[in-house]
């Protein structure tokens, strides 16, 4: 989960546990009559669990740094599982022409060699404020930006190619100030120029101090805003300068550094001809904040055993019931992104080069951080971010998930996960988990010890009869009214 992020929870299953030693019960029987099987397909049994936790969220593994050669390798691994399991390939092509279970995603970064600054004119005189002193680049995502200033509300329509300047009015500054401001983006405004906020303020060193750098991925139409914070005073004299003033924000860029971010990614096509050309898309995470030597103490890997091996083990072990057994009508499509902590690079790419028509997307399940269980909501529970915004938790939970709304709403966790990448195209997409806001978040203590496998078992097995429903029904979720992000 990106910081400031997410978690759920849980389910345990009587029922789920009684299923696993039926199946034991019925493997057991098979064996007596010389029938060799030697594992239940239906049954997520806890030593598979633990087995694909031990690898991910293992110091070889180095902590799966976002664009790492260890995410790279994490991604191989899955695929190497996906192929185990049966589920087919959705990757690029190798270079035998047969396809694979990898993506790879070319980004680059950009960063800043000296601060940028924003001229302008005012009365015949040249003004400047640069970043650091009156002035705050939050984001920016050019070398240059420039447009004619157009003064506005926080509800306003910005002119396209405008540099708006918002003053706030009383209680505005709100949680959603930066979605308001990147709506004035979205609505046509080159950049936003807003006043600071007490929040700002606060940490205004701390933004000045920061490298300010941008990155682009391949594939992917840049739609960040560029947004800009200056103090109380510049913004007094900005208040007074005429709306059609030419604006620039400048500063010069070092050389560009090319990266790369993997996703591994699968699929199962469905059977029904009615229904296959239907996409149910379950996805996790699968980097993490790798090997940071300045983190305190002796451990400086950051394993990310719940942040999000465990997302990604659900997947998987979904991945291996759907696989086994009759095939769903629906066609399912798992994907394991790549630079989730970093940006959401890896989900952004995916969903910008869908492998199949956007609007045959039915539903998403982001699986984020199931390792432990939530104390805020009973143990047998998982928790679904915006809960309220689409019908597909209570349809779920219809069909025998333990599926609770998020209990930590404050935390904006639906904003906060990859889902939200494909939630914001109007693709109904929600997180799954049981993050009960641990205190070994996105620390080098989110170790594989911390897991609670029993927890984590019963809730991957909870979801299997709901998935399986969901990908053999033609239900198709909607958002509430007023609810589509
Ligand atoms: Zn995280």
Redesign the pocket.
């Given at each position: 989960?990106?910081s400031n992020?997410l978690r759920k929870i849980l389910l345990t299953g009587l029922i789920a546990l009684a299923a696993a030693n039926f199946a034991l019960a019925q493997t057991t029987r098979q064996r007596s009559t010389n029938v060799v099987q030697t594992r239940s397909a239906a049954a997520i049994e806890e030593r598979g669990v633990r087995a694909a936790m031990e690898f991910l969220a293992s110091d070889a593994l180095q902590g799966r740094g976002s664009g790492t050669e260890f995410e790279r390798l994490a991604g191989q691994y899955i695929g190497s599982q996906l192929r185990q399991f049966g589920v087919e390939p959705a990757g690029e092509t190798d270079s035998s022409g047969a396809a694979t279970y990898l993506q790879t995603v070319k980004i680059t970064r950009n960063s800043f060699a000296a601060n940028p600054k924003l001229t302008y004119a005012a009365n015949g005189a040249a003004e400047t404020l640069e970043h650091g002193g009156e002035m705050l680049v939050f984001r920016m995502t050019a070398g240059q930006i420039a447009g004619e200033l157009q003064k506005i509300n926080l509800d306003g329509q910005p002119k396209s190619g405008a540099v708006v300047f918002v003053r706030l009015r009383e209680n505005e500054n709100t949680p959603n100030l930066f979605q308001n401001l990147q709506q004035l983006a979205a609505g046509g405004a080159r950049a936003v120029i807003v006043e600071e906020t007490a929040q700002i303020r606060a940490g205004w060193t701390n933004y000045a101090n920061r490298k300010i750098s941008f990155t682009n991925v391949s594939g992917v139409a840049a739609n960040n805003a560029n947004i800009i914070f200056v103090s109380k005073a510049a913004a007094a004299r900005l208040a007074a300068v005429a709306d059609g003033t030419p604006f620039e924000i400048k500063g010069e860029l070092n050389a560009p550094e090319n990266r790369q971010t993997w996703n591994a990614v699968g699929k199962i096509t469905g059977t029904d001809s009615r229904l296959a050309s239907e996409v149910i898309l379950l996805s996790a995470h699968l980097d993490?904040l790798g090997v940071r030597e300045n983190a305190p103490g002796a451990d400086k890997i950051f394993n990310g055993a719940d942040?999000?091996a465990s997302g990604c083990v659900a997947v998987l072990e979904l991945a291996r019931v759907l696989a086994s057994g009759k095939r769903p009508k629906r066609t399912v499509h798992f994907a394991f992104f790549g630079s989730e902590?970093a940006g959401g690079y890896g989900a952004q790419f995916y969903v910008s080069n869908l492998p199949y028509p956007k609007e045959k997307l039915v539903a998403n399940l982001e699986f984020e951080m199931i390792g432990r269980a939530d104390a805020k909501v009973k143990p047998e529970e998982l928790w679904l971010t915006g809960y309220d915004r689409s019908n597909l938790g209570a349809e779920l939970a219809r069909q025998g998930a333990r599926l609770v709304a998020d209990p930590h709403p404050e935390e904006n966790f639906f904003q906060r996960s990859d889902n939200y990448t494909l939630a914001r195209q109007g693709v109904i997409a929600h997180t799954v988990s049981s993050f009960g806001l641990h205190t070994d978040y996105?620390k080098a203590s989110d170790e594989v010890k911390t897991i609670d496998f029993q927890h984590m078992t019963r809730s991957i097995n909870s979801m299997v009869a709901p998935v399986q429903w969901l990908v053999n029904s033609d239900f198709k979720p909607a958002w509430y009214e007023g609810k589509k992000p």
């Open positions: 989960m990106k992020k993490h942040d999000d902590e996105h």
